[in-house]
């Protein structure tokens, strides 16, 4: 795989390439089908904006782009808080 000349991945080996780009398929995977939910039940947030870049980056052969930009959803998606469930009264 021949790299563009406005590719990002400089120095990095074939076998690197490899490993990003399927590790970026893989974990995007997931993230797409949640999407998708959101986007049905009527939740637009900034995770179509992150997965639609993901996916035009990985279009471009631009894979560390991506795995940097999942790891900020992953960890954005880790920490968002989550709603607590009120006490029943008695």
């Not at 997931?30 to 870049?53: C, F, H, Q, S, W």
Request: aromatic share 6%; hydrophobic share 50%.
């Amino acid at each position: 795989m021949r790299c563009w000349p406005w590719c990002c991945c400089g120095g990095m080996g074939m076998a690197a390439r490899v490993v990003l780009a399927v590790g970026s398929i893989v974990a995007v995977i997931p993230l797409i089908i949640d999407m998708i939910k959101e986007v049905r039940g009527g939740n637009y947030g900034i995770d179509l904006l992150a997965v639609t870049a993901i996916l035009a980056s990985l279009a471009l052969h631009e894979f560390l782009v991506a795995t940097v930009i999942l790891l900020m959803l992953t960890g954005a998606r880790r920490w968002r808080p989550t709603p607590k469930s009120t006490p029943k009264r008695s």
